[in-house]
């Protein structure tokens, strides 16, 4: 690994300093030792930046990568920080300044004809909420689990939500990027100057290359624009519990026609058991044993609690009428399972809790004192084909791996329009050392054998990002290999956010080999 001599980055920090003011810079331990991830074990797995920098606008994102890249010095940037699973703040490693552009937090546009926001890094979910409510505008943001992140930073590392525009990185339209060298580019329609369509038409002239600033470090985004959902009619809820395990693919079968013709826009989660359990209580609630809990202790407080071995809900959006059509057919498709749909609606005008647009909340982080804390946890998050079958199996296989590391399998499948997105999160206690040993073996065991199995995770913890870029090797690692040719050209001085997704710069990967 390339160490920062000490000197050189006394130098970097200070000229850090002229770009952005004294105070927001930071060397100090409390400082570097906030960013590491708070949901890690409490030990050397996470790691603290050598410093930080936090700029205001993009002239001074500019500057400072002029300056990182004269001096080498690499960046890692990031919006919010709150990516909780999958690294949180954390860089991949210590030998680097943190560029934090929370102080960039503008919500530059909201086009409510059009349906688009144009936002900076720095604004959260909350933000955005609170912006379109507060201001009577009838769009609907698409939330994350918790809705502390960024929106920018949450759509750039594909992150879903529960709308009809749940696939975030699919809504993104238009970027403005700081490159390698510090210049500015703007992606799409907005590569021409005085563009009337950046946020409209997302394909532009020639290569499209939104796509290419996700999960990567080709670039250091400062803007982005991002479609919005009209404020529906009416919404309808269809929610159902199963009570055995093995209902799952009969429910995946159900949804699969539902999702690729249309009738269901947007994304259901089958949840399992322990991921309803843990909003409730703590683990100790339920079971005061060693080891995963037991099944037949799992169908006990099944019963008690009222929840279903699998909790899931359908939710149409639109108008009344049609949401209504659309609620029979999917009434049908589920009528081989033996329960009922518990059915609940919002029409427009009515308190927005329980319409299904997201709300500020960060209940979804508690979570992670299942089992009594400080709790932390790592997110596994394979994504399995939309069939009964391949679910079930790799259902059964992981959640295998989990029970025989000692862990309880909390997951679930969120359906996309043609996959699912199987998260699962490993709980552990951050301070006992066995357990997160155990959970860090656990975690590289269910990357090889899933891709052994032909099931590749979509996202990953900043930690295991080598591990996951390895088994997508085609043809003697051929797309890795594109990654780092376009990684060296755009990025000469090999500055930003080095081995995220495991592409590493030229010089890394000289001081590797
Ligand atoms: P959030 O607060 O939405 O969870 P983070 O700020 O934690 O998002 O970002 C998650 C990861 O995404 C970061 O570690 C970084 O690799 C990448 N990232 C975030 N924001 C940017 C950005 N503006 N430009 C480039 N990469 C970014």
């Known amino acids: 690994m390339i160490v920062l001599d000490p000197a050189r980055l006394e130098a970097?920090?200070?000229?850090?300093?002229?770009?952005?003011?004294?105070?927001?810079?930071?060397?100090?331990?409390?400082?570097?030792?906030?960013?590491?991830?708070?949901?890690?074990?409490?030990?050397?797995?996470?790691?603290?930046?050598?410093?930080?920098v936090a700029p205001a606008n993009v002239e001074e994102v500019q500057a400072i990568v002029r300056v990182a890249g004269e001096m080498g010095?690499?960046?890692?940037p990031i919006s919010r920080g709150k990516n909780f699973g999958y690294g949180g703040s954390a860089p991949r490693f210590g030998e680097v300044v943190m560029l934090d552009l929370v102080r960039m937090n503008?919500?530059?546009?909201?086009?409510?004809?059009?349906?688009?926001?144009?936002?900076?890094?720095?604004?959260?979910?909350?933000?955005?909420?609170?912006?379109?409510?507060?201001?009577?505008?009838p769009l609907w943001m698409s939330a994350a689990a918790h809705t502390w992140g960024s929106v920018l930073g949450?759509?750039?590392?594909?992150?879903?939500?529960?709308?009809?525009?749940?696939?975030?990185?699919?809504?993104?339209?238009?970027?403005e990027v700081v490159t390698g060298t510090g210049e500015l580019l703007r992606t799409g329609m907005g590569a021409l100057d005085g563009a009337r369509t950046w946020q409209m038409f997302p394909y532009g002239f020639g290569p499209s290359w939104d796509a290419a600033f996700m999960q990567s470090n080709f670039g250091i985004v400062t803007r982005m624009g991002l479609w919005l959902m009209p404020e529906p009619e009416h919404t309808l809820n269809l929610a159902m519990k199963f009570d055995r395990p093995e209902d799952l693919p009969l429910g995946v079968e159900a949804l699969r026609p539902l999702k690729l013709d249309g009738t269901v826009q947007a994304n259901p989660s089958f949840g399992n058991i322990i991921r309803n359990l843990a909003v409730r209580a703590p683990r100790s609630e339920y079971y005061q044993g060693t080891g995963p809990i037991p099944a037949s202790v799992l169908d006990d407080a099944r019963v008690r609690t009222g929840v279903g071995h699998w909790n899931f809900s359908i939710r149409l959006f639109g108008d009344k009428a049609i949401n209504t059509i659309n609620a029979e057919k999917v009434k049908r498709a589920f009528s081989a399972l033996p329960y009922q749909f518990e059915v609940s609606e919002w029409n427009r005008g009515e308190p927005l809790r329980g319409s299904g647009?997201?709300?500020?909340?960060?209940?979804?982080?508690?979570?992670?004192?299942?089992?009594?804390?400080?709790?932390?946890?790592?997110?596994?998050?394979?994504?399995?084909?939309?069939?009964?079958?391949?679910?079930?199996?790799?259902?059964?296989?992981?959640?295998?791996?989990?029970?025989?590391?000692?862990?309880?399998?909390?997951?679930?499948?969120?359906?996309?329009?043609?996959?699912?997105?199987?998260i699962s999160m490993i709980l552990f206690n951050r301070d006992d050392a066995e357990m997160t040993g155990r959970a860090n073996a656990l975690f590289s065991s269910l990357i090889e054998t899933a891709a052994r199995r032909g099931w590749g995770e979509y996202r990953t913890h900043t930690l295991f990002y080598d591990e996951v870029a390895r088994t997508y090797g085609y043809n003697n690692g051929a797309l890795r290999r594109w990654n780092e040719t376009v990684k060296d050209a755009v990025d000469p001085h090999g500055i930003i956010a080095p081995g995220k997704m495991g592409i590493w710069p030229r010089a890394y990967r000289e001081a590797q080999a």
């Open 357 to 422: 647009s997201p709300t500020p909340s960060l209940a979804a982080l508690g979570v992670v004192d299942w089992l009594g804390g400080p709790g932390g946890h790592l997110t596994f998050s394979p994504v399995s084909p939309f069939s009964g079958a391949e679910a079930w199996e790799q259902y059964t296989t992981i959640r295998g791996m989990y029970e025989d590391a000692g862990f309880d399998y909390y997951g679930g499948f969120t359906a996309g329009q043609r996959y699912l997105n199987h």
């Open 73 to 76: 010095i690499p960046l890692w």
């Open 154 to 175: 949450n759509a750039l590392e594909r992150g879903v939500g529960y709308t009809p525009y749940g696939e975030h990185a699919s809504k993104v339209c238009g970027l």
């Open 12 to 52: 970097a920090m200070r000229r850090f300093a002229a770009i952005v003011g004294e105070d927001h810079v930071w060397r100090d331990d409390a400082a570097r030792h906030g960013y590491k991830d708070a949901m890690a074990p409490r030990d050397a797995m996470s790691y603290a930046p050598r410093g930080a």
């Open 106 to 137: 503008r919500i530059l546009e909201v086009n409510v004809e059009h349906g688009y926001v144009v936002l900076e890094p720095g604004v959260s979910f909350d933000d955005l909420y609170t912006y379109l409510v507060e201001s009577r505008i």
